[in-house]
């Protein structure tokens, strides 16, 4: 019988099928599935909740290049200790005595400065465009149906200063290749006429998109289940059993035993905690937002960042989302109906003719964004072990990056060349 040889031409033919876990089941977490199993691999799913709730349901649904400037910008740090005793402020950073939090923050001041925001702001644009054409891919070689608009981005400004300001982050996205410019209080009407905004000018990013996030996670979820995807729900793995430099199996809080080749952490705000099993000190924490959705015509058609009060709103698919708010308070999903309450208030201050409802408000909900101390995600594999990909600590950007994130992460397993450099977002550097 003659035997066939696999030289390494001949083996590339093959693709190698692997059994692949991946942790958490966020946009994240589903976007690794899709490219994954895309590549032929087995994938398990696991998450602790029922995956219909969290930053991946309630975010703003940005695909945002825009977004360049890191949160640990310069300033961002001596700001949030103004406003740490006012919990209705865009940042609030809550102190306390935790080992965790105080090496984090210490971190995060680090990565406050100028030369950061000029390396970080072309890797967050490569990511974010990356992102936007895998949406549209998606959308088109599935036939998905999910709302997807591209009609840019407001920064409504309601001071000089803050127009000054965002005309400055103008001049950046331009030089980066982004189309963006200056509109003008008349030109802002011309562009949005059915609704009374309360603007003396804007920033406007004609390169933003954004989407309806549930319809997105809906489709993506009812495709993985027909492709074999398994979803183990409501599932929370609490230990790891690790031999050398590699996972073995994970272990449910029910004592459900699960062994894969190659291990996937993208459970978000919680990653850092299952980090620490295999000696990783893994920088996070998880930034709490808002969100308040009214059914009522708004007449808004453009999303829009509303400069000074730092809050977002989006024209979603049958209804406005309303968003905002970076709370660092360690994981909790309590609401705050001050903060609440301030975001209802920052969307008539410049849409007079909005007023969210008593039954709006108390419908709000939260989700937990984990943040890296340097705004920047992790993403790769950490010496620490070898069948492991990191990928959370996006912050408020894991929409935006959501679907490159997934491809990468297939690359990094598949160990094919990577469709951007990710030097940066290596979970072992250092701060």
Request: charged share 25%; net charge positive.
């Amino acid at each position: 019988m003659m035997k066939m040889i696999l030289t390494p031409m001949v083996f590339k033919l093959f693709k190698m099928e692997k059994n692949i876990i991946i942790i958490g089941g966020g946009i994240i977490g589903l976007c690794s599935a899709y490219f994954l199993q895309k590549e032929g691999h087995r994938v398990t799913v696991i998450d602790q909740s029922n995956l219909d709730s969290g930053a991946s349901y309630v975010n703003a649904g940005y695909l945002s290049p825009s977004h360049i400037i890191p949160l640990s910008a310069p300033g961002v740090m001596k700001q949030g200790l103004k406003w740490m005793f006012n919990k209705s402020s865009p940042l609030y950073i809550k102190p306390r005595l935790d080992l965790d939090f105080l090496q984090w923050a210490l971190a995060f001041n680090r990565s406050c400065n100028t030369k950061h925001v000029e390396k970080a702001a072309p890797a967050i644009r490569d990511i974010s465009v990356l992102s936007q054409d895998l949406f549209n891919a998606i959308k088109k070689m599935e036939d998905f149906s999910f709302h997807y608009d591209k009609k840019g981005l407001f920064m409504l400004c309601q001071t000089e200063k803050m127009l000054e300001a965002e005309l400055k982050m103008v001049d950046m996205a331009k030089s980066l290749g982004l189309e963006a410019k200056e509109v003008s209080n008349t030109e802002i009407k011309e562009m949005e006429p059915n609704v009374e905004i309360n603007a003396i000018g804007a920033a406007y990013f004609k390169c933003d998109h954004h989407t309806t996030p549930n319809e997105f996670m809906s489709e993506l979820k009812e495709y993985l289940l027909k492709q074999g995807v398994i979803f183990k729900l409501n599932t929370k793995i609490v230990d790891l059993n690790i031999e050398g430099q590699k996972i073995k199996t994970v272990i449910t809080e029910k004592g459900e035993v699960f062994n894969a080749d190659e291990f996937v952490l993208a459970a978000g705000s919680w990653s850092a905690m299952l980090s620490k099993k295999l000696g990783l000190k893994l920088l996070l924490q998880a930034g709490k937002g808002y969100r308040i959705n009214t059914m009522k015509p708004t007449g808004i058609t453009i999303p829009a960042i509303l400069a000074e009060a730092k809050s977002a709103v989006t024209p979603m698919n049958g209804f406005t989302r309303f968003a905002g708010t970076m709370e660092i308070a360690g994981i909790n999903h309590d609401i705050n109906k001050v903060r609440v309450e301030a975001i209802a208030q920052s969307a008539t201050n410049y849409y007079p003719n909005v007023v969210l409802t008593v039954e709006e408000k108390e419908s709000a909900a939260s989700g937990l964004r984990p943040v890296s101390p340097d705004g920047l995600p992790y993403i790769g594999k950490s010496s620490k072990c070898d069948n492991l990909t990191i990928a959370t600590g996006h912050a408020m950007m894991g929409w935006s990056m959501a679907t490159a994130t997934g491809k990468l992460v297939q690359e990094i397993i598949d160990e094919k060349p990577r469709s951007m450099a990710i030097e940066l977002f290596h979970p072992d550097r250092k701060f």
